[in-house]
């Protein structure tokens, strides 16, 4: 239940590791309580407590499982370090790569892909770099709160490779010749994934807002801070410096790996609506193409039906049918001669790409069935 200092120097994750699937943002009121308890969550105590934003990405492409939260570190002496991970939101990966749901929290903990992707998380954690001043908790809070927030920033180079995928498969599906006609499951996986960098950048953005809390146990410092970050703010407190306190510098890393993970995250998300407006575009020049097409055969269609027509009005019927004289059937030419015709338009209008050969079949295949039915029509038409 305690960190433990290894022979390099360095203080390994602690022990006692705790992760709760209700994330649900935490108030003032929650976490003025758990300052005010011991590392083990026990009334009594007193502890120096950071809150951090959580973002992991586990598991190989198609079995991937994205977690989204925040983390506590409570640290009541340098030998009692409790980490608390609270899970807001889990998506995993489905049949197609990039294609994420949302699991229910109620079904989290006996979900086995979720079980296996926390013991993941925690095997994942950092060896805990060892304070120089042992004796202070803030130092060690500050350690640690750093470290926690530089591996979610790391994880948005995960979230950025499951773009990376998703724009790919746009990329394919909007070259020529692809046979799948609707982007559908490709925009809704662009949607959750903007979800997520959603969702985790608000986890980042409230933390930067409470400066991790740091009021809780030191409400000078943290005042301090925010003249740094906005020298307009009206209070009392001197500009943060490195004099300030000796871990200041750590808490301002841990600070802007949160606001470098908001925006990367804010980045991203902007980049998955582009990808949404470029697949809508796509999906309406596909359309537009679709649209073309069908004309096409539309015409040749009615060539095929509309020439034969205007040869029996202009002969008559009664005098061309039935095909069983060769005059008859010298008249019949420009029958044949216009869906020969149509034919040809069928294979000038044909798609390029990899389509083009069922096109061509396709409409060519068409006029021969309709000269063959109209060859047998005019040979089994009854005489006069």
């Given at each position: 239940?305690?960190?433990?200092?290894?022979p390099?120097?360095?203080?390994?994750?602690?022990?006692?590791?705790?992760?709760?699937?209700?994330?649900?943002?935490?108030?003032?009121?929650?976490?003025s309580?758990?300052?005010?308890?011991?590392f083990?969550?026990?009334?009594?105590?007193?502890?120096?407590?950071?809150?951090?934003p959580?973002?992991?990405v586990?598991?190989e492409p198609?079995?991937?499982?994205?977690?989204?939260?925040?983390?506590?570190?409570?640290?009541q002496?340098?030998?009692?370090v409790?980490?608390?991970?609270?899970?807001s939101?889990i998506?995993?990966?489905?049949?197609?790569?990039?294609?994420?749901?949302?699991?229910?929290?109620?079904?989290?903990?006996?979900?086995?892909r979720?079980?296996?992707?926390v013991?993941?998380?925690?095997?994942a954690?950092?060896?805990?770099?060892?304070?120089?001043?042992?004796?202070d908790?803030?130092?060690?809070?500050?350690?640690?709160?750093k470290?926690?927030?530089?591996?979610?920033?790391?994880?948005?180079?995960?979230?950025r490779?499951?773009?990376?995928?998703?724009?790919?498969?746009?990329?394919?599906?909007?070259?020529?010749?692809?046979q799948?006609?609707?982007n559908?499951?490709?925009?809704?996986?662009?949607?959750?994934?903007?979800?997520?960098?959603?969702?985790?950048a608000?986890?980042?953005?409230?933390?930067v807002?409470?400066?991790?809390?740091?009021?809780?146990?030191?409400?000078?410092?943290?005042?301090?801070?925010?003249?740094?970050?906005?020298?307009?703010?009206?209070?009392?407190a001197a500009?943060?410096?490195?004099?300030?306190?000796?871990?200041?510098?750590?808490?301002?890393?841990?600070?802007?790996?949160?606001?470098?993970?908001?925006?990367?995250?804010?980045a991203?998300?902007?980049?998955?609506?582009a990808?949404?407006?470029?697949?809508a575009?796509?999906?309406?020049s596909?359309?537009?193409?679709?649209?073309s097409?069908?004309?096409?055969?539309?015409?040749?269609?009615?060539?095929?039906?509309?020439?034969?027509?205007?040869?029996?009005?202009?002969?008559?019927?009664?005098?061309?049918?039935?095909?069983?004289?060769?005059?008859?059937?010298?008249?019949?030419?420009?029958?044949?001669?216009?869906?020969?015709?149509?034919?040809l338009?069928?294979?000038?209008?044909?798609?390029?790409?990899?389509?083009?050969?069922?096109?061509?079949?396709?409409?060519?295949?068409?006029?021969?069935?309709?000269?063959?039915?109209?060859i047998?029509?005019g040979?089994?038409?009854p005489?006069?």
């Amino acid at each position: 239940m305690h960190a433990h200092s290894s022979p390099d120097g360095t203080i390994q994750a602690p022990d006692n590791i705790s992760i709760s699937f209700d994330g649900d943002v935490v108030g003032q009121e929650a976490m003025s309580a758990r300052a005010a308890a011991d590392f083990l969550g026990r009334p009594g105590g007193s502890s120096t407590i950071r809150a951090v934003p959580l973002l992991h990405v586990s598991g190989e492409p198609g079995q991937r499982l994205v977690m989204v939260g925040h983390s506590r570190v409570i640290v009541q002496d340098v030998d009692h370090v409790a980490v608390e991970c609270f899970l807001s939101n889990i998506w995993t990966e489905g049949a197609d790569e990039g294609e994420f749901t949302l699991v229910d929290k109620g079904d989290a903990a006996g979900n086995a892909r979720v079980t296996e992707a926390v013991l993941r998380f925690k095997d994942a954690l950092p060896a805990w770099p060892e304070a120089s001043e042992a004796g202070d908790p803030q130092m060690h809070a500050a350690r640690h709160a750093k470290a926690l927030a530089e591996m979610s920033r790391n994880s948005v180079a995960q979230v950025r490779e499951i773009r990376y995928g998703l724009e790919h498969r746009l990329a394919v599906f909007s070259g020529k010749g692809h046979q799948t006609s609707s982007n559908t499951p490709i925009v809704a996986s662009l949607l959750e994934l903007n979800i997520i960098c959603g969702r985790a950048a608000d986890q980042a953005r409230e933390a930067v807002r409470e400066g991790l809390w740091l009021h809780l146990s030191d409400s000078v410092a943290y005042h301090s801070y925010r003249r740094l970050q906005d020298p307009s703010i009206i209070n009392e407190a001197a500009v943060a410096t490195p004099g300030t306190r000796t871990w200041m510098r750590l808490h301002d890393a841990a600070i802007r790996q949160c606001l470098e993970m908001r925006k990367q995250l804010d980045a991203e998300s902007a980049t998955t609506r582009a990808l949404m407006a470029a697949a809508a575009s796509i999906s309406n020049s596909r359309e537009a193409d679709a649209q073309s097409s069908f004309n096409t055969l539309a015409a040749v269609a009615s060539l095929g039906l509309g020439i034969p027509a205007l040869v029996l009005a202009l002969y008559g019927a009664d005098r061309l049918l039935p095909l069983n004289t060769e005059s008859k059937q010298l008249a019949f030419i420009p029958v044949a001669a216009g869906l020969f015709f149509a034919a040809l338009i069928a294979i000038w209008r044909a798609p390029k790409g990899k389509s083009s050969r069922v096109w061509i079949f396709a409409a060519i295949g068409i006029i021969l069935i309709l000269l063959s039915l109209l060859i047998t029509a005019g040979l089994l038409a009854p005489s006069n």
